[in-house]
């Protein structure tokens, strides 16, 4: 029987206060505090969409992290002539060269950490 478990929400107002500081242990990153993903989550809401992540051993919080979605478009960064060739292409084709890119974290970057554990060392695939 696998003794890891994960419980995932979509929102902040979701995350249990409690069990979210110890998974995310006893100093973590400001990134993870939920105030900075509340904030993060309005001012993003309209483009983007997130997952919070709380991981458990046998019941006992080990670890947290944030995932979200940010829309990125191909062709911004393009010389002009593609550009130009993109613009006519989507007037029939919308989402030509516009994507969602999944990654770990949120679409705000603040240089820091977006994933932490508690201090409870991983040793041989079990929290110690």
């Given at each position: 029987?696998?003794?890891?478990?994960?419980?995932?929400?979509?929102?902040?107002?979701?995350?249990?206060?409690?069990?979210?500081k110890e998974?995310?242990?006893?100093?973590?990153?400001?990134?993870?505090?939920?105030?900075?993903?509340?904030?993060?989550?309005?001012?993003?809401?309209?483009?983007?969409?997130?997952?919070?992540?709380?991981?458990?051993?046998?019941?006992?919080?080990?670890?947290?992290?944030?995932?979200?979605?940010?829309?990125?478009?191909?062709?911004?960064?393009?010389?002009?002539?593609?550009?130009?060739?993109?613009?006519?292409?989507?007037?029939?084709?919308?989402r030509?060269?516009?994507?969602?890119?999944?990654?770990?974290?949120?679409?705000?970057?603040?240089?820091?950490?977006?994933?932490?554990?508690?201090?409870?060392?991983?040793?041989?695939?079990?929290?110690?």
């Open positions: 029987m696998n003794p890891y478990t994960s419980r995932v929400v979509r929102s902040a107002a979701e995350i249990d206060p409690a069990v979210w998974a995310c242990g006893p100093e973590p990153s400001a990134t993870l505090d939920i105030r900075f993903l509340r904030v993060v989550e309005r001012a993003f809401g309209d483009v983007s969409r997130f997952w919070y992540v709380t991981f458990f051993d046998e019941g006992r919080p080990i670890a947290c992290a944030c995932y979200s979605t940010y829309p990125v478009d191909a062709a911004l960064m393009a010389p002009e002539p593609v550009r130009r060739g993109v613009a006519f292409i989507r007037r029939f084709w919308k030509f060269l516009r994507f969602e890119l999944m990654m770990g974290g949120l679409p705000a970057s603040t240089c820091g950490r977006r994933r932490t554990s508690s201090r409870r060392r991983m040793t041989a695939g079990r929290a110690t």
